[in-house]
């Protein structure tokens, strides 16, 4: 089964900076989505894009889809501290509805 | 909280030990699931369940042996672990509409094999 796989896998960025990340996968998708993980805890949802959308805002939050490159990114805008955590993509290209998880975008927000 | 609860939240083994983790989602989903995160690896889908049935095992060692008595609770007996199974096990929980929906997992079991 393909994976989403982000770039790049670690970021140190300012508070107050925003923080880009990028996810590509292989195949065609119904939707992507994406999680945050605080270190040694669970995943925590943060956004869904569907392959019909191209942009999809939450609060400080901007999700871009691009079907035809097979990519999407994330954008943190105005960083915190507490948003400092490692982000993963995941798409439900398998054809099961199954999500395939990423490895990882490690981002440290420096206060 | 995220309405999904993992017991115990650290746990160390022998090898010949026999232990279970626990996982109660208290969202009314209909799906629950075992993933295993290792250290510079993406999540691995272990096992699902829908409606308590076991609709996926992902060649998981029959070391590892997942129990769904109801739709809210989710268990993993352990037995025989080898070091190389030392991990997060994370539970998480979903609705079954046809698509993958978003997951809600709990905080995670890190289990040490000695």
């Known amino acids: 089964s393909q994976q989403g796989e982000e770039d790049p896998q670690a970021l140190s960025i300012q508070e107050g900076e925003n923080a880009t990340m990028n996810c590509s996968y292989k195949t065609s998708i119904n939707n992507l989505q994406w999680y945050r993980q605080n270190s040694g805890r669970g995943l925590v949802h943060l956004i869904l894009i569907r392959s019909n959308e191209r942009e999809k805002h939450s609060g400080r939050l901007r999700v871009t889809l691009d079907t035809s490159k097979k990519s999407s990114s994330l954008l943190i805008t105005a960083s915190r501290a507490a948003d400092t955590a490692s982000y993963f993509c995941?798409?439900?290209?398998?054809?099961?509805?199954?999500?395939?998880f990423g490895k990882g975008n490690q981002v440290v927000v420096i206060p | 909280e995220t309405g999904v609860t993992q017991t115990p939240r650290h746990l160390v083994m022998g090898m010949t030990n026999k232990k279970s983790l626990k996982c109660e989602q208290h969202?009314?989903?209909?799906?629950m699931y075992w993933y295993k995160q290792s250290a510079k690896k993406p999540l691995e889908l272990m096992f699902v369940y829908n409606f308590k049935e076991q609709t996926e095992n992902n060649s998981v060692p029959s070391r590892f042996s997942p129990e769904c008595p109801n739709s809210s609770h989710l268990f993993l007996h352990l037995h025989t672990l080898q070091p190389e199974d030392s991990a997060l096990y994370l539970c998480?929980?979903?609705?079954?509409?046809?698509?993958?929906?978003?997951?809600?997992f709990g905080s995670g079991t890190q289990l040490s094999v000695l």
């Open positions: 995941a798409t439900d290209a398998g054809g099961n509805n199954r999500l395939a």
């Open positions: 969202l009314g989903h209909n799906a």
């Open positions: 998480a929980s979903s609705q079954v509409t046809g698509y993958a929906e978003k997951l809600f």
